[in-house]
């Protein structure tokens, strides 16, 4: 049985993305993120480097969390193209900190047979601290009939859907 998939008519402004909540992060993780991304620089993998430039100890790669968050909207978007994803570091992850990640639905909207929503995006450390913010834009089929058109080579379905917006 194929995934199941999202569509745009299931969807409304407000929804909340089911949090992903990752293991703690630990130094072999760390390691093998630099070795993956190529990314080795020592304040990530070298604890007496770290300690040396002022810093407590080692402490996660940014990219490792928007990772983490980029996981979250994948695993919720099936289905869908990603648009559109950034975001803003706002405060480090170090070895023992667990991350989760969450999202909310903020804006919906479509024409000419596109149909977009727009996703807040932000990352918690195990005190409920802020540590990623960010945002990603969906494009998805607006039903499951509308899939079939498109992939059958037919025109899309067409409903015109004013933007709704949290704001």
Not at 47 to 67: D, N, Q, T
Not at 79 to 95: A, C, E, S
Not at 97 to 109: A, E, F, M, N, W
Not at 123 to 136: R, T, W, Y
């Amino acid at each position: 049985m194929p995934a199941r998939k999202l569509y745009f008519e299931s969807i409304r402004v407000g929804d909340e993305l089911p949090a992903l909540a990752k293991a703690p992060v630990d130094r072999v993780q760390l390691s093998r993120y630099a070795g993956a991304s190529g990314d080795y620089n020592p304040v990530h993998v070298d604890e007496l480097y770290a300690k040396s430039v002022g810093m407590p100890s080692v402490y996660a790669p940014g990219m490792l969390v928007m990772g983490m968050l980029g996981q979250l909207i994948s695993d919720w978007a099936r289905g869908g193209q990603l648009r559109r994803y950034n975001v803003r570091f706002i405060k480090m992850v170090w070895p023992g900190d667990t991350v989760v990640c969450k999202g909310r639905v903020s804006d919906r909207h479509g024409s000419g047979g596109r149909y977009f929503v727009e996703i807040d995006l932000w990352a918690e450390n195990q005190k409920g601290e802020l540590v990623m913010k960010g945002g990603s834009q969906i494009q998805l089929f607006y039903s499951l009939e509308d899939e079939n058109r498109q992939r059958s080579g037919q025109s899309p379905i067409v409903v015109e859907v004013p933007r709704e917006s949290l704001v």
